[in-house]
C-alpha cells in the first residue's frame, strides 16, 4: 500500500510563495499518475495539478496555471507544488494523490478524484489580503 505524506502547507500573504511536498513510500505501477487537489470549506474538491511518472505531461487547472508549478524527483519519491502569486482563494486543504489508472498522460486530461486510489492526510494553506 502506497503511503503519502504531504508538508509545507502554512500562511502567508496574498502575492507571497508556498512550496508543498508530498513524500511517497514508494513508486510503483499504482503511482503512475500524481497530483494534487484542493478543497476550501463547503466547496468541492479541485484537481489543481497533475504529473504522470517521470515528471511528463503536467496538467494545471485555470485557475493556478501560470502561478503553480508541479514537479517530480523519482529519487526522494517526491512530487512537490510550488505555488507562487499567491490569492485568498487559494485558501484550502491541499491533498496529494496517487492513481495508477488516471489518463493524466493525455492532453484532454482533467483530473477527478475518485481515479486516485491513494490520498495524503492533507496540509493547510492560508492566504491572507
Known amino acids: 500500500r502506497v503511503q503519502l505524506v504531504e508538508s509545507g502547507g502554512g500562511s502567508v500573504q496574498a502575492g507571497g510563495s508556498l512550496r508543498l511536498s508530498c513524500a511517497a513510500s514508494?513508486?510503483?505501477?499504482?503511482?503512475?499518475?500524481m497530483g494534487w487537489f484542493r478543497q476550501a470549506p463547503g466547496k468541492e474538491r479541485e484537481g489543481v495539478a497533475t504529473i504522470a511518472t517521470g515528471g511528463v505531461s503536467p496538467y494545471y487547472s485555470d485557475s493556478v496555471k501560470g502561478r503553480f508549478t508541479i514537479s517530480q524527483d523519482n529519487a526522494k519519491n517526491t512530487v512537490y507544488l510550488q505555488m507562487n502569486s499567491l490569492k485568498p482563494e487559494d485558501t484550502a486543504m491541499y491533498y496529494c494523490?496517487?492513481?495508477?489508472?488516471?489518463?493524466?498522460?493525455?492532453?484532454?486530461?482533467?483530473?477527478?478524484?475518485?481515479?486516485?486510489?491513494?490520498w495524503g492526510q492533507g496540509t493547510q494553506v492560508t492566504v491572507s489580503s
Open positions: 494523490a496517487a492513481s495508477w489508472r488516471a489518463k493524466c498522460y493525455r492532453n484532454d486530461y482533467i483530473p477527478y478524484e475518485n481515479e486516485y486510489n491513494y
Open positions: 514508494e513508486y510503483t505501477d499504482y503511482t503512475y499518475c
